[in-house]
């Protein structure tokens, strides 16, 4: 195939699908944003594990009795 061809196809091909995937991560991210601001910012003890995550770890290293997932 001649060059100029192929370089035509990649960048109609290019052109044609490229707003799928640019519509793919604007919706995965505003999907993240409104999951956090509607579940994990009302819910203070989420935010605690975020604060320090290796919390959850080291309980679960330990073998604590207790199995809340922050506290």
Request: charged share 20%.
């Amino acid at each position: 195939m001649n060059f100029w061809k192929a370089l035509f196809r990649a960048w109609f091909y290019f052109r044609q699908g490229y707003n799928l995937y640019l519509a793919f991560l604007i919706g995965f991210a505003s999907n993240i944003i409104v999951l956090f601001r509607l579940g994990v910012e009302p819910n203070k003890t989420l935010l605690d594990c975020r604060s320090d995550p290796g919390r959850h770890f080291r309980r679960l290293v330990s073998h604590e009795e207790d199995c809340s997932v922050c506290c």
